[in-house]
């Protein structure tokens, strides 16, 4: 357990309500220094709303946000926070260089321009004016922007939508000397390979309420299914009604089931299908025990209605 002084940003029972829509009912969520927070959740799970309350961008109906225990709206905490939310309104005829100074000079202790544009791998685009890149290269152009007054806290809303795998591997690489750094990171994705290898810990959000928290790892033993891949002739909509099937998924010419029970599932594949072939057997990972969590959360809606 961290001691309760390495927390850096906290919800505490927030609320927020939009009219009759309740988008945030009582949400808690701590961040510690030099951590990698990554918040999960369907659409309108309420991440997006979560961040712009911990930023101050919005405030709580009900309950608190704090950012290093001040007001998040207050001017001391904001100067230690840099934030790439989904939408940036940048000036388009400015160049990279020019838009990381700008956004530098607004920071006490802001880093080095050669130092953020190597951290966010944007040297050769400091000359560009930003309305003439490419979307992957305004993302991370808005990456450096994020990093360059040497924040404390980091918010990235689902940072790497547009990106290419090549320009995804470096941001995760950077997010990760960031932490290595001691800077905090707040990552809401929906790539759950992301936060699966970059987040320290996970919190899965639902229709408003923290589904659970806690390490991938212990996220995953909350779910213990296992992934079984392979071509076989069996009928998945049959295969789908066996017990303790999670789940049947055509995945180009294979099929992917998630079972908590894999040896008896196996054992009669294997008896049903003398030709099965090409299989695999695997530990499931984050994203099955996130359809698992959500779907739960779904479950118990749909019979309360
Ligand atoms: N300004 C607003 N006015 C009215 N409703 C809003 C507003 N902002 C958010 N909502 C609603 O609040 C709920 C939570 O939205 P939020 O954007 O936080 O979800 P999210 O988890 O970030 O979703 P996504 O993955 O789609 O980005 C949604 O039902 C959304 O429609």
């Known amino acids: 357990?961290?001691?309760?002084?390495?927390?850096?940003?906290?919800?505490?029972?927030?609320v927020k309500r939009y009219g009759n829509l309740t988008a945030l009912d009582g949400v808690d969520l701590v961040l510690h220094r030099g951590e990698l927070l990554a918040v999960l959740g369907p659409n309108g799970a309420g991440k997006s709303t979560s961040i712009s309350l911990l930023l101050g961008l919005i405030r709580p109906d009900g309950g608190r946000a704090e950012l290093f225990g001040l007001d998040p709206q207050q001017i001391d905490a904001r100067r230690r926070i840099g934030v790439m939310l989904q939408s940036a309104m940048l000036p388009l005829t400015l160049r990279v260089g020019e838009l990381l100074r700008l956004v530098a000079s607004y920071y006490?202790?802001?880093r080095p321009l050669i130092e953020s544009a190597k951290l966010a791998g944007i040297?050769?685009?400091l000359q560009r004016p930003y309305g003439k890149l490419s979307g992957g290269q305004q993302r991370r152009v808005q990456f450096a922007l994020a990093l360059c007054g040497r924040p404390e806290i980091v918010f990235l809303d689902e940072p790497t939508v547009g990106m290419d795998i090549d320009a995804r591997q470096k941001l995760w690489a950077a997010m990760l000397a960031l932490v290595?750094?001691?800077?905090?990171?707040?990552l809401t994705t929906h790539y759950?390979?992301?936060?699966?290898s970059l987040a320290q810990r996970v919190v899965v959000l639902g229709k408003g309420r923290v589904l659970s928290e806690g390490s991938v790892d212990a996220l995953r033993a909350q779910v213990p299914l296992t992934r079984i891949r392979c071509v076989t002739d069996l009928d998945p909509a049959v295969i789908a009604t066996w017990p303790q099937v999670a789940?049947?998924?055509h995945d180009g010419s294979h099929m992917r089931i998630s079972t908590s029970a894999a040896e008896n599932v196996l054992r009669r594949m294997l008896e049903a299908d003398a030709s099965l072939r090409e299989l695999e057997v695997q530990r499931a990972g984050l994203a099955e025990a996130f359809t698992e969590l959500t779907r739960e959360e779904n479950a118990v809606e749909q019979e309360a209605a």
């Open 1 to 14: 357990m961290k001691p309760t002084n390495d927390v850096v940003a906290r919800l505490s029972g927030a």
């Open 108 to 110: 006490p202790n802001p």
């Open 123 to 125: 040297g050769d685009l």
């Open 180 to 186: 290595a750094d001691g800077c905090s990171v707040v």
């Open 192 to 196: 759950l390979e992301e936060a699966e």
């Open 247 to 249: 789940s049947v998924e």
